[in-house]
């Protein structure tokens, strides 16, 4: 069998937390030891000289290479394309795209580098598996150094239709660069679509064979594979974390009033300040809501050296107060905003004694956390889903509550349908939802990419350049 050779923004080392470590970390290591492998991207270090050769590691049938980013790196390639430019418009965010040329330059001279690094430890049948945006001109740097290898690409967030994709600035060489991979994976058919709409307006090439396309001297193919979770995996975790020390102290803390639960990194993709403006619209029904639940947002701060994500800690800040302050009572508030982060067995408890979860992201590759929830709940008595229409996990859980997540009254009603919903209806629901989460799992998704990989025509040549 032929070695897999994974490649991610990051690399998570042997050794490090377990219970911290998220459900693709989990899934990509199990992939390496199937055949033995290697997992190469950054360290997460930041140093002024970068060794001219990777670090290595090993532990078993797996080989871990890391390189470090220098200050500049950071700043351009991660911070200033990669999450100011890259990342807003992959959610449709036009508006708080900030594009710079230069930061584009070093966006592609760093995938130019990671390809130089990794392309003498590939071997001739290795078959490689690159992760997500950071990455996306990975392939092309490869084929030209003459990888002719088998290359798959998968994205994790969303895809924008060609209408909103040529906003960024030489948007072409993006598309271009997404068509020297042989597989290009996305979460939905929708984003698929996007891409291949793309190819054809963007790249002036063809359509083969519905999901086939041909562009820039290259063939290839674009396919759905809707990431999911180690179902049962994490419902034993709930099932035993459930009964921590923590969990006991959060049912404790509700002094009987029900638990909604929401659980997001800080981005303006995950609709925060809308749910918020819902829980205040819920906290002014005093006759029957007010004082009856408690709303706990986690929230850990992330990317913080981005100007758009400070003043959103601003607006988050502010808005949870406000809401407080007008609302509260001197034995209850209904928002407790949290921003620190907790393992993932302490989440799958607070996911299982949680009446609603909460997910309204405006626009999401998928959303894992809906997938928690549900696997989380307990058969006997299950809570309530509400999602948002424009999360990935949406088209496999039509049974949850879809929401539009920028209609505060419309997320507020489904609070009210939620908290009064009988044990029959939640039952119900649940069931269907956790059917679907049992079938497409974490497993389910990595072994039909790379089935599907497996099969795809392997390059002979190089092609596709990336061009700045």
């Not at 080392?13 to 470590?21: E, I, K, N, T, V």
């Not at 199990?30 to 140093?47: D, H, M």
């Not at 909103?164 to 598309?175: I, N, S, Y």
Request: proline share 5%.
């Amino acid at each position: 069998m032929p070695r897999l050779i994974v490649v991610s923004n990051r690399v998570v080392l042997p050794g490090g937390s377990q219970a911290r470590a998220g459900g693709l970390a989990i899934a990509i290591r199990e992939a390496l030891q199937e055949n033995g492998g290697l997992w190469f991207g950054w360290s997460g270090e930041v140093e002024e000289a970068v060794a001219p050769e990777p670090r290595t590691v090993s532990r078993g049938n797996i080989t871990y290479a890391i390189t470090d980013l220098t200050p500049t790196e950071h700043e351009l390639y991660y911070t200033a394309y990669s999450n100011a430019a890259l990342w807003p418009l992959l959610h449709f965010r036009l508006g708080l795209i900030e594009y710079r040329r230069n930061a584009a330059q070093v966006y592609f001279a760093v995938n130019r580098r990671f390809a130089g690094l990794l392309a003498p430890m590939i071997k001739p049948d290795d078959v490689i598996w690159v992760q997500d945006y950071h990455l996306i001109p990975l392939g092309s740097a490869l084929r030209e150094l003459g990888v002719a290898n088998r290359i798959g690409f998968f994205l994790h967030t969303p895809f924008p239709p060609p209408e909103v994709m040529m906003a960024l600035p030489r948007h072409e060489r993006l598309v271009e660069a997404l068509c020297a991979y042989d597989l290009v994976g996305f979460q939905t058919d929708e984003n698929r679509d996007a891409f291949l709409r793309c190819v054809v307006q963007i790249g002036n090439g063809a359509i083969e064979d519905g999901s086939g396309f041909a562009a820039f001297g290259r063939r290839g193919r674009a396919e759905t594979f809707p990431i999911g979770i180690d179902t049962e995996t994490f419902a034993e975790l709930a099932r035993r974390a459930a009964d921590s020390s923590e969990a006991r102290r959060l049912e404790d803390s509700l002094n009987g009033r029900t638990l909604i639960l929401g659980i997001d990194r800080l981005d303006y993709s995950k609709g925060i300040p809308e749910r918020f403006e819902a829980i205040a619209g819920l906290s002014a029904d005093s006759a029957a809501f007010r004082g009856q639940f408690t709303y706990l947002q986690i929230t850990p701060h992330s990317r913080g050296e981005v100007s758009q994500y400070r003043a959103l800690r601003r607006q988050i800040e502010s808005l949870a107060g406000r809401i407080n302050g007008r609302f509260a009572e001197f034995d209850w508030s209904p928002i407790r905003y949290v921003n620190r982060s907790f393992t993932r067995a302490t989440l799958a408890g607070f996911n299982r004694h949680a009446r609603i979860g909460l997910v309204t992201p405006l626009r999401d590759g998928m959303n894992l956390v809906a997938k928690e929830f549900v696997a989380a709940q307990d058969p006997a008595d299950p809570g309530v889903l509400i999602l948002s229409r424009f999360a990935g996990a949406a088209k496999q859980l039509p049974t949850a509550l879809l929401v539009n997540p920028i209609d505060v009254d419309e997320i507020a009603n489904a609070l009210r349908a939620g908290l009064s919903m009988s044990l029959a209806e939640r039952r119900e629901r649940w069931e269907a939802m956790m059917a679907t989460v049992r079938r497409n799992t974490i497993d389910t998704w990595r072994v039909s990419f790379l089935a599907a990989l497996a099969n795809a025509q392997r390059a002979v040549v190089p092609a596709c350049e990336a061009r700045l």
